[in-house]
């Protein structure tokens, strides 16, 4: 089961680019790798999620390095909406339990 | 489209009390879970279930009960509660297992044992 390592905390100014990062040495060729966020008092929200290639959308964008040994979530413009406890995970692509429990998580600070 | 509906929202229950934990999905999903949140920890998956019927112990399955009757509800049970199960739970469900698949959450039902 491959685990992520992501810093505890992380502070922004509103309106400026946010990179989260996420290490995973030990990802296997089929796992996927998902972000999700925690909003105050609020259940996880899906984000992103990538298998190689870097990926876009309206949220967020995911930097994937060439190695895949880690990850960087992008928030383009951070705005105080955007303070949250931010979760990397690893999914097998192959399928299975695996990869269901959350860590800790980034708690990102957005300051105004 | 409600998505993941957790009911209640708030519960104190006195040491050795019983009580059901409600949740339901209106996505047709086949997958759902029941997730425990201590403060300041991430999330702990206590109990799985891939379809009406059929269901597998997580991480921290101990003092909790499932069933899955149908495919929309997914119960979760505290029999004899303990201040141990102090904690906010979470119950998300998804299409399927594959490792492409997102997970809906619910917004949670913070139980506090006394």
């Known amino acids: 089961d491959a685990k992520t390592t992501q810093p505890n905390s992380m502070e922004s100014n509103e309106e400026e680019p946010v990179h989260l990062p996420c290490n995973h040495s030990?990802?296997?060729?089929?796992?996927?790798i998902h972000w999700y966020r925690q909003l105050p008092s609020q259940g996880p929200e899906y984000v992103i999620h990538?298998?190689?290639s870097n990926v876009n959308n309206r949220m967020a964008s995911l930097a994937i390095a060439e190695d895949r040994k880690s990850s960087t979530l992008i928030l383009h413009r951070a705005t105080l909406r955007d303070a949250a406890v931010y979760y990397c995970i690893l999914r097998d692509g192959r399928g299975g339990a695996d990869g269901l429990t959350f860590g800790k998580g980034t708690h990102l600070i957005i300051q105004p | 489209n409600a998505g993941v509906t957790q009911t209640p929202k708030f519960r104190i229950l006195k040491i050795g009390q019983s009580m059901t934990l409600q949740c339901t999905q209106d996505?047709?999903?086949?997958?759902m879970y029941w997730y425990r949140q201590d403060p300041g920890m991430g999330l702990k998956l206590i109990y799985y279930s891939v379809g009406a019927g059929i269901t597998d112990k997580g991480e921290v399955p101990n003092g909790y009960n499932v069933s899955r009757s149908t495919t929309e509800d997914f119960p979760l049970r505290l029999e004899l509660a303990a201040p141990s199960q102090t904690s906010v739970y979470f119950c998300?469900?998804?299409?399927?297992?594959?490792?492409?698949?997102?997970?809906?959450f619910g917004a949670g039902s913070r139980l506090t044992v006394l």
């Open positions: 990538g298998l190689t």
């Open positions: 998300a469900s998804s299409r399927d297992l594959s490792g492409a698949n997102v997970l809906t």
């Open positions: 030990t990802i296997s060729g089929t796992d996927y």
């Open positions: 996505m047709n999903h086949n997958y």
